[in-house]
């Protein structure tokens, strides 16, 4: 096939990943009449080999990385970690969703179509470098989750969820969108690199309109890493959401709208730095603060997840910040700690709930160290590395994230963040408290024997929170070589 200035065969290789995980959405949806195997284990094995096949096909792209379809798209250093990062969440996502949809009867085939559509979305995002095509990935991926969150159909507070997720998500969108139009006007362009150029150019627009399409676009962005004060869509959705959705949409989404906001403002947007830090200073700030001391008060596991989860926000908040390229690089770490110890720890939830999700109440916890202490002991590694202990993931996350908000001399947030760690610890301690301290309840009593799938969910997530937290280096290391994103 000749090539042409728009389109040449290379670009098929570096679309790889999102063509395997779209045809095989496909073929999964076109497989269920057929098969006519309605709680089939087939959909989620086909789906694991897909996701598998896509982080060999991503890491091969990076081989012969560079600009594919005329620049909208970019695979480099920070592309491919964030497609690999996405496509490992999906397949954490989908071990212990084997029996989670048997235990709530629930059709498969959809379940699993409809993820590899939303991790398609997120691994476009991950490479776009324009904004057109970021706004395709990131609706492809939102679409898909607003269904999965309310995929248990007869349980309300899906409906709910679904309903919630959907309405708001919409309206954050559109915010974005006017920014994309916006900048589009000022700049007559929408490739990242070129609206950078320009605005640092001879001919550049006014700072005002450049900062009011960064503020829109901030609005959409904020929302879908559920940073504040736009986060109050989160706890009522992961609580309502089947908890390894819940789990899905703590990590990978956020994971990919993360990697568009770094790429956005620190290449289009870096030049009017100076204009949007303060927002971001401040929206960092009021993440940890309202996440870390609304968990205090939740009774729910998944509710304060939840809260945990903006708090987390926060904290990569913080290196975006920082404005530097130590910043990004800390900032993809800690996406890449917290998805394995967010993730283990949903996982968790989600064998202790029991059909109907009845069992989500701190309470339930009691006594888990006795009747299934290799759960507890999985769990326990997620809580800790959620507090940030040394030898853990989340340690090393936080400690490289302040440490690029000191050199951008960032103290106050800093010493604010730091006392935010504190104030979490509390709401998870309490947690391992109540496994090793308390009587078995009905929950940890009644539990269902460990599948070999779910294992894998435990052991898996486990392994990368420690090797994160003791050897941190070869990743961090391939982040600061990607953090790069100005060319």
């Known amino acids: 096939m000749p090539a042409s200035p728009i389109f040449n065969p290379t670009d098929l290789i570096r679309f790889l990943p999102e063509i395997i995980l779209t045809a095989m ?4 949806m076109v497989l269920d009449p057929l098969l006519n195997r309605r709680e089939s284990k087939v959909y989620g094995t086909l789906s694991l080999a897909t996701l598998l096949a896509a982080i060999l096909a991503a890491i091969y792209a990076y081989s012969d990385a560079g600009p594919a379809f005329g620049g909208m798209l970019i695979v480099d250093g920070f592309a491919t970690f964030f497609r690999v990062l996405v496509l490992g969440v999906g397949i954490l996502t989908i071990l212990p969703s084997f029996s989670f949809l048997k235990r709530q009867q629930a059709e498969t085939s959809e379940f699993h179509a409809l993820l590899l559509f939303s991790i398609a979305g997120q691994s476009i995002m ?16 939102s679409i898909a989750s607003y269904i999965l969150a309310g995929y248990l159909r007869d349980d309300k507070r899906a409906n709910e969820a679904a309903l919630k997720y959907f309405l708001l998500g919409s309206f954050a969108t559109g915010f974005f969108l006017y920014g994309v139009a916006l900048i589009y006007g000022e700049t007559g362009s929408i490739n990242l690199s070129v609206v950078h150029a320009v605005v640092t150019g001879p001919d550049a627009p006014l700072p005002v309109m450049v900062g009011l399409a960064a503020a829109l676009m901030f609005v959409g962005l904020a929302f879908k890493v559920s940073a504040s004060p736009f986060q109050i869509w989160a706890p009522d ?3 309502g ?5 819940s789990a899905f949409l703590s990590a990978g989404p956020k994971a990919a709208a993360f990697a568009i906001f770094l790429r956005i403002f620190m290449t289009a947007f870096a030049p009017i730095g100076h204009a949007w830090a303060p927002l971001v200073w401040a929206s960092a700030l009021l993440s940890m603060t309202i996440g870390n001391f609304a968990a205090l008060l939740q009774t729910n596991v998944k509710r304060m997840l939840a809260y945990s989860s903006i708090a987390h926000a926060g904290y990569v908040m913080v290196a975006l910040a920082s404005r530097s390229e130590v910043g990004i690089a800390a900032a993809m770490f800690y996406l890449a700690a917290y998805a394995c110890m967010n993730v283990g720890a949903f996982a968790v939830v989600s064998h202790l709930s029991g059909k109907g999700e009845r069992y989500q109440s701190i309470e339930d916890f009691a006594g888990l ?3 299934q202490p290799f759960v507890a002991a ?3 590694i997620f809580l800790l ?3 940030g202990v040394p030898l853990t993931g989340g340690f090393f996350g ?6 690029a908000a000191l050199e951008s001399h960032l103290v106050w947030l800093t010493v604010l963040g730091l006392l935010n760690s504190a104030v979490a610890a509390y709401y998870y301690l309490r947690l391992l408290v109540m496994m090793y301290f308390r009587d078995p309840g009905e929950a940890a009593s009644s539990a269902e024997p460990l599948t070999p799938a779910f294992s894998a969910a435990l052991i898996l997530p486990a392994i990368g929170t420690l090797v994160l937290g003791i050897f941190p280096g070869w990743v961090l290391d391939f982040a600061g070589r990607s953090a790069s994103l100005v060319k």
């Open 25 to 28: 959405g496909t073929l999964i």
């Open 385 to 387: 590395s959620l507090i």
């Open 237 to 239: 959705v992961y609580q």
């Open 369 to 371: 160290a006795q009747k």
């Open 241 to 245: 959401a089947p908890t390894p959705v």
């Open 126 to 141: 991950a490479a776009a470098n324009d904004l057109i095509i970021i706004f395709i990935g990131l609706e492809i991926s």
């Open 378 to 380: 999985m769990l326990s």
């Open 398 to 403: 936080k400690f490289y994230i302040f440490k």
